[in-house]
């Protein structure tokens, strides 16, 4: 038999995109993938470092992957992403059994360095940021998990500085690939028979804005348009601050852009969002909603919220409550401040105690729940064009699809119904999170 290796991945979906292209490496140099982690003659973790947790879960696998090595000495064993970006050597120093460290920017590296680690060479750290690799992405094989639906990175890294936010420093400044680059990725995408196409950023709004020709996000979009094949675009995730209503204007007369608009706010109160940097204001962004909405009558938006920043007081919190009860998101993400080593945030004094977090997170997700509940009953009685996703992972004699709007609905398995399909759906029962109901 021959090599195998697994990948694990921590993280947003930048991470997953990038997993797929780290695995199509490994399948270049004639890797297959391993049905469990034991099988492994490599194993890769793809991490992330925007919450303390989620490098505590990297240093509890390393344990179980310490172990592992015990047995077969002759195991590789990588950390790449951003948490090997943030901390570098001191992994290597921490558990020697790791043989090589990679930074976003070098998963261009992987075959040499595999190749140099069974040569035996090992322990090799590359973290420089160079932005012009980025300009290569589409130089990078990706094994794709889904043959219906495809990630595709349009730039790299971040110049909003949040001060909660760790991912400029890890991801570097923003770099974008060019649109002719891009189009050319979904080009062949829709020649291979993907349906929906995902783009990736760390805020898609300021693509193109290091090119200083012109070039926006609603440029992009507009040249997306004319690939014959793909049956919807989505993206993830939008800034408030970069978002024009061009922008919004091009999304609007798109035949192919998803109508779901993920739209951080972040926080309820103008002082809350000048601490956090985040360059715009309440008004504003209810400006902008109002527009969105008035643009796309039929766009489903949603948000994150973050709760528990250092010096938010009990007001400050109700003024989140009053946005979203004024805003009706069709969801909101809801996440308690984690300080993060290295970010402005962590230095603030008035952090707050986490019994306060947690009650405030429960009343922001009352609220919220209650919206997202009456918006998806509305929708009972009402039918919707589905694209087709397959089973449930709890039950397999029921299927599911997302409409445009990114809501999904569950239906019982169809005769003659495949993945890819797209169809129409009548839903039936709202609930706070899913519909279900039936083909029709």
Not at 217 to 240: C, N, Q
Request: proline share 4%; charged share 25%.
């Amino acid at each position: 038999m021959g090599k195998q290796y697994y990948t694990i991945t921590y993280g947003c979906q930048m991470n997953e995109s990038d997993t797929e292209r780290i695995n199509g490496q490994l399948a270049e140099l004639g890797y297959t993938e391993a049905p469990a982690m034991e099988a492994a003659d490599i194993v890769i973790l793809n991490t992330c470092s925007i919450r303390q947790n989620a490098e505590e879960k990297v240093y509890g696998k390393i344990g179980e992957i310490k172990r592992m090595k015990e047995k077969n000495p002759d195991l590789l064993v990588g950390i790449m992403g951003c948490m090997a970006q943030e901390n570098k050597e001191k992994l290597i120093a921490r558990m020697p059994i790791i043989d090589f460290v990679l930074g976003p920017y070098h998963i261009h590296d992987l075959k040499e360095v595999v190749t140099e680690a069974l040569a035996g060479r090992r322990h090799v750290v590359r973290t420089r940021m160079n932005p012009e690799r980025v300009k290569d992405y589409s130089e990078l094989h990706a094994a794709r998990k889904s043959h219906i639906f495809a990630w595709v990175p349009i730039m790299q890294g971040c110049n909003k500085f949040c001060t909660y936010c760790i991912v400029p420093y890890v991801r570097g400044r923003q770099t974008s690939r060019t649109v002719e680059d891009i189009t050319g990725e979904v080009r062949q995408l829709a020649a291979e028979g993907y349906k929906e196409i995902t783009l990736l950023g760390q805020n898609v709004n300021s693509y193109g804005l290091d090119f200083r020709d012109g070039t926006d996000f609603g440029a992009l979009i507009r040249a997306l348009d004319e690939v014959e094949g793909i049956e919807r675009v989505r993206y993830m995730t939008s800034h408030p601050r970069d978002m024009t209503f061009a922008m919004v204007d091009a999304m609007a007369a798109s035949p192919k852009v998803a109508r779901h608009m993920h739209l951080p706010v972040q926080h309820g109160d103008n002082e809350m969002l000048r601490r956090m940097n985040r360059g715009y204001t309440i008004e504003h962004f209810m400006e902008l909603l109002s527009y969105v909405r008035q643009k796309m009558p039929d766009i489903v938006v949603t948000t994150d919220l973050i709760t528990g920043f250092p010096g938010e007081t009990e007001e400050m919190h109700k003024a989140t409550l009053r946005l979203l009860r004024e805003a009706q998101f069709d969801s909101a993400y809801t996440f308690i401040y984690s300080p993060r080593q290295g970010t402005p945030a962590a230095r603030m004094e008035d952090q707050i105690g986490d019994d306060v977090k947690h009650r405030r997170l429960q009343e922001l997700m009352d609220v919220e729940n209650e919206i997202s509940l009456a918006k998806n009953r509305a929708m009972e009685g009402k039918v919707y064009p589905i694209l087709v996703e397959g089973p449930t992972k709890q039950d397999e004699s029921r299927w599911y699809g997302r409409t445009s709007g990114n809501k999904m609905i569950i239906f019982p398995k169809t005769e003659g119904v495949f993945v890819g399909d797209v169809r129409d759906a009548l839903v039936e029962q709202g609930q706070t999170w899913v519909l279900k109901g039936r083909l029709v």
